[in-house]
């Protein structure tokens, strides 16, 4: 007979919009042990499971800790109470809670305050982008299925009884009929209790003991402050395309999500353990990437089961159309599944998929060895050489009302290169070599097409360094202490270390802006590179590894997704954290076509 050996939950505590999978493990009629499902559709020998979810609701009511929200709420801020700000937003656990995160708190009156004063309400802010007509809009993708969440925890009526049963002040609402459950805004301060219990086919009746878990209370998602778009003048200074004015401008995002496979609670141990797995990551990962509303989305360590089964079908059902190259295994052994790659999204309603290039970094390292590397030295070299990194570029065609240009002669084309040079700091001349590498790729399609280009990713490459100097200036300079590791003679002559792409950074244009207001936003860059001081903040390192560049000849900067600050990420806090769930920051940049000039 089917019986059930034992239930729990992976995730010690439930948040809002993140969906709750019990593992249930089974002995089979035949005794054999399995986590397989067996629902009242497809019984196995007569048996099936049944699943209940109840919200257990006490008289007391309960506020959790805005800053800590695992933790129970002791004290209130009375001055977010009279600014109206949102009470959840209001609680603290402890004075020192409080204490600790004032700096970073006082921002929500502030802004509170200036929103009053200058609108006469609330003042809009959204995680991304500014829309078609410029003004800043609140992101609702996003509401509309979290209220949609409770259809999904059961039967497509969710008509449950009101009560199931009280005890000692608590009452028992049903919430869910199936094996997964998503708690929602309903649940926040109350614990969740599920059942599983074997039922005969024929009766219905459950036969044997009911399999049991309480979790913790529920807490809300954490959000972040949002990240306004800012506006970018005195830069958009080139004369604009009218191929490109019908259809406005448009939006890049790019983004290393940080894969699974790579958090690990002993490199990121200072992240609560619920913030660090990965049902959590993916739904605040997913609401950040949505709410951004970027029309072309790089991602960078996808995995490709995530991409599968997760990221390509939710993104989906937001309109976007999407790719995946996946790195090559060489050096990786254990489960295809893990091995990750980068993902390169658009909106269908403003591009369309033309071509797709491939770029297998591996495949360049074993055409160079088989070229260059003497037959005695070719082993070490690839071993050396051979890193898995791979690039994805993706030619879009820009659409008009939904629709491709009728006149082929004014196809709007647009080149989007998404990359990972994911390689040791101590590889120097590996991690110039694969962005040359890149660089060369990316000239003979500029040579073939008059295209502007975008280049997007983690290159692992601080300002500065050889790689960021290539990228950045065209060339690298013969002094460069980078090129002093070159122990394959790959990086010679130097003078080879050149491209004729007119790439600049897009967030370097902040430093170009010479209008008033801007100060704040030029001192979160580099005075020497006028690049962001980090993109990536861990406990062992902060700094910039990621960029967006683009070719100055044939596109402007029009507008830029605002940097994080240190107030932002809040006092001796590292990513990833509840709120940011990866330990890289998102870039955005709005960009319009113009008129091309000469390539230099």
């Given at each position: 007979m089917l019986s059930v050996v034992r239930v729990h939950l992976p995730s010690e505590i439930p948040i809002v919009g993140c969906e709750l999978t019990p593992y249930v493990l089974l002995r089979r009629p035949d005794k054999t042990i399995s986590t397989d499902d067996v629902p009242e559709t497809a019984p196995l020998d007569g048996h099936f499971l049944r699943y209940k979810w109840y919200r257990v609701q006490s008289d007391k009511k309960v506020a959790v800790c805005s800053i800590h929200p695992s933790e129970q709420a002791t004290l209130q801020c009375l001055g977010c109470v009279k600014a109206k700000i949102p009470l959840s937003k209001s609680y603290h656990c402890t004075t020192k809670c409080f204490s600790d995160a004032w700096q970073h708190h006082r921002v929500l009156h502030d802004r509170a305050a200036s929103a009053l004063?200058?609108?006469?309400?609330?003042?809009?802010?959204?995680?991304?982008?500014?829309?078609?007509t410029g003004s800043g809009t609140i992101n609702s993708s996003l509401s509309a299925s979290a209220s949609s969440a409770s259809l999904t925890n059961g039967s497509a009526t969710n008509l449950y009884p009101a009560a199931i049963t009280q005890r000692s002040g608590e009452t028992w609402f049903e919430v869910g009929r199936s094996k997964t459950y998503t708690p929602t805004a309903d649940d926040v301060g109350h614990v969740l209790k599920f059942e599983c219990v074997v039922v005969d086919a024929e009766t219905k009746m459950p036969l044997g003991p009911v399999n049991t878990i309480l979790?913790?209370?529920v807490i809300p998602a954490p959000s972040p402050i949002p990240r306004k778009q800012i506006r970018v003048d005195g830069v958009g200074h080139l004369d604009v395309d009218a191929r490109m004015t019908t259809s406005g401008t448009f939006t890049v995002l790019s983004y290393n999500i940080l894969s699974e496979a790579y958090a690990s609670s002993d490199l990121y141990n200072y992240c609560p353990s619920w913030a660090l797995s990965w049902p959590y990551r993916r739904q605040n990962l997913l609401r950040e990437i949505v709410g951004y509303r970027a029309d072309i989305i790089c991602l960078q360590e996808v995995q490709s089961d995530h991409y599968d089964e997760f990221f390509s079908p939710e993104l989906d059902k937001h309109g976007y159309y999407g790719l995946y190259k996946r790195k090559t295994n060489e050096v990786y052994s254990s489960n295809t599944n893990t091995i990750d790659g980068c993902a390169t999204f658009f909106r269908r309603d403003r591009f369309s998929h033309v071509?797709?290039?491939?770029?297998?970094?591996?495949?360049?390292?074993?055409?160079?060895t088989e070229a260059t590397i003497p037959t005695t030295q070719k082993k070490s070299a690839l071993n050396r050489l051979v890193k898995d990194n791979v690039a994805l570029i993706v030619v879009l065609e820009a659409k008009v009302n939904n629709q491709p240009f009728d006149n082929p002669g004014k196809r709007q084309l647009l080149c989007v290169a998404n990359t990972h040079v994911n390689v040791p700091q101590d590889l120097k001349d590996v991690k110039l070599w694969q962005v040359h590498t890149l660089l060369k790729g990316l000239e003979k399609i500029a040579a073939s097409a008059d295209i502007p280009m975008l280049v997007c990713g983690d290159f692992n490459s601080v300002p500065g360094s050889a790689p960021h100097a290539l990228l950045a200036m065209g060339k690298v300079d013969p002094s460069h202490p980078d090129l002093a590791v070159d122990p394959l003679n790959i990086l010679r002559p130097h003078s080879k270390l050149v491209h004729q792409l007119p790439l600049v950074?897009?967030?370097s244009s902040f430093a170009r802006t010479v209008s008033l207001g801007y100060d704040q936003h030029k001192r979160r860059l580099d005075g020497g590179t006028n690049e962001p001081l980090f993109t990536n903040v861990t406990r062992d390192f902060i700094g910039t590894l990621d960029y967006i560049?683009?070719?100055?000849?044939s596109l402007v900067v029009e507008s830029l997704l605002e940097l994080l600050d240190e107030e932002s990420l809040r006092k001796d806090t590292a990513l990833p954290s509840p709120e940011w769930s990866s330990d890289h920051i998102a870039l955005l940049a709005e960009f319009r076509c113009c008129k091309n000039k000469s390539r230099r």
């Amino acid at each position: 007979m089917l019986s059930v050996v034992r239930v729990h939950l992976p995730s010690e505590i439930p948040i809002v919009g993140c969906e709750l999978t019990p593992y249930v493990l089974l002995r089979r009629p035949d005794k054999t042990i399995s986590t397989d499902d067996v629902p009242e559709t497809a019984p196995l020998d007569g048996h099936f499971l049944r699943y209940k979810w109840y919200r257990v609701q006490s008289d007391k009511k309960v506020a959790v800790c805005s800053i800590h929200p695992s933790e129970q709420a002791t004290l209130q801020c009375l001055g977010c109470v009279k600014a109206k700000i949102p009470l959840s937003k209001s609680y603290h656990c402890t004075t020192k809670c409080f204490s600790d995160a004032w700096q970073h708190h006082r921002v929500l009156h502030d802004r509170a305050a200036s929103a009053l004063n200058e609108n006469g309400n609330e003042e809009e802010e959204v995680f991304g982008r500014f829309n078609s007509t410029g003004s800043g809009t609140i992101n609702s993708s996003l509401s509309a299925s979290a209220s949609s969440a409770s259809l999904t925890n059961g039967s497509a009526t969710n008509l449950y009884p009101a009560a199931i049963t009280q005890r000692s002040g608590e009452t028992w609402f049903e919430v869910g009929r199936s094996k997964t459950y998503t708690p929602t805004a309903d649940d926040v301060g109350h614990v969740l209790k599920f059942e599983c219990v074997v039922v005969d086919a024929e009766t219905k009746m459950p036969l044997g003991p009911v399999n049991t878990i309480l979790t913790s209370r529920v807490i809300p998602a954490p959000s972040p402050i949002p990240r306004k778009q800012i506006r970018v003048d005195g830069v958009g200074h080139l004369d604009v395309d009218a191929r490109m004015t019908t259809s406005g401008t448009f939006t890049v995002l790019s983004y290393n999500i940080l894969s699974e496979a790579y958090a690990s609670s002993d490199l990121y141990n200072y992240c609560p353990s619920w913030a660090l797995s990965w049902p959590y990551r993916r739904q605040n990962l997913l609401r950040e990437i949505v709410g951004y509303r970027a029309d072309i989305i790089c991602l960078q360590e996808v995995q490709s089961d995530h991409y599968d089964e997760f990221f390509s079908p939710e993104l989906d059902k937001h309109g976007y159309y999407g790719l995946y190259k996946r790195k090559t295994n060489e050096v990786y052994s254990s489960n295809t599944n893990t091995i990750d790659g980068c993902a390169t999204f658009f909106r269908r309603d403003r591009f369309s998929h033309v071509k797709k290039y491939e770029v297998e970094f591996n495949k360049a390292a074993q055409s160079l060895t088989e070229a260059t590397i003497p037959t005695t030295q070719k082993k070490s070299a690839l071993n050396r050489l051979v890193k898995d990194n791979v690039a994805l570029i993706v030619v879009l065609e820009a659409k008009v009302n939904n629709q491709p240009f009728d006149n082929p002669g004014k196809r709007q084309l647009l080149c989007v290169a998404n990359t990972h040079v994911n390689v040791p700091q101590d590889l120097k001349d590996v991690k110039l070599w694969q962005v040359h590498t890149l660089l060369k790729g990316l000239e003979k399609i500029a040579a073939s097409a008059d295209i502007p280009m975008l280049v997007c990713g983690d290159f692992n490459s601080v300002p500065g360094s050889a790689p960021h100097a290539l990228l950045a200036m065209g060339k690298v300079d013969p002094s460069h202490p980078d090129l002093a590791v070159d122990p394959l003679n790959i990086l010679r002559p130097h003078s080879k270390l050149v491209h004729q792409l007119p790439l600049v950074s897009a967030y370097s244009s902040f430093a170009r802006t010479v209008s008033l207001g801007y100060d704040q936003h030029k001192r979160r860059l580099d005075g020497g590179t006028n690049e962001p001081l980090f993109t990536n903040v861990t406990r062992d390192f902060i700094g910039t590894l990621d960029y967006i560049f683009y070719t100055a000849d044939s596109l402007v900067v029009e507008s830029l997704l605002e940097l994080l600050d240190e107030e932002s990420l809040r006092k001796d806090t590292a990513l990833p954290s509840p709120e940011w769930s990866s330990d890289h920051i998102a870039l955005l940049a709005e960009f319009r076509c113009c008129k091309n000039k000469s390539r230099r």
